[in-house]
């Protein structure tokens, strides 16, 4: 998806189904885009599978037709995989470092930490050249 997609998704996931008419009052509280603009997202979105519409009346129901943990688990996991195993674990501290977290996250995150810490390994290989050459050698 597009981030302009992400965003349309993002209200209709909040609300759990919306009509055209909310998703656009409530994109252009936030963004200047015009109608038109916004329908032809959502169309983008029913393309991809992203939403189901349902007509009632004059109105047009759109629902997701996927969890919002779900598509954000694929997109990060999708990101990740263009990542130089070696860098991974840099990248999630600067992300750590920048992000507002709650406490309970924080906890999670210690516990999970706590377990892998047992079965880590001292590093992690580069995986960007098949010669076996790391890229860390040209950092």
């Known amino acids: 998806m597009t981030s302009s997609e992400w965003e349309l998704m993002r209200i ?14 409530s994109i252009q509280l936030k963004r200047d885009w015009t109608e038109s603009t916004i329908k032809t997202l ?16 004059h109105r047009f129901v759109y629902q997701p037709t996927v969890p919002e ?12 995989t263009h990542l130089c195993n070696m860098k991974k674990g840099q990248v999630i501290i600067n992300l750590l470092d920048q992000l507002t977290l709650s406490q309970k996250d924080i906890q999670q995150m ?17 995986d960007c050249l098949a010669s076996g050459r790391n890229c860390d050698q040209n950092c």
């Open 12 to 25: 209709i996931w909040t609300l759990g189904e919306a009509s055209s008419r909310e998703v656009i009052d």
């Open 42 to 57: 959502l169309g983008r979105l029913v393309k991809k599978n992203m939403l189901t519409t349902n007509k009632t009346g």
């Open 110 to 126: 210690q516990t999970i930490l706590a377990e892998k810490a047992t079965t880590a390994p001292a590093t992690v290989s580069c």
């Open 69 to 80: 943990t779900e598509a954000m688990d694929e997109t990060v996991a999708e990101l990740f």
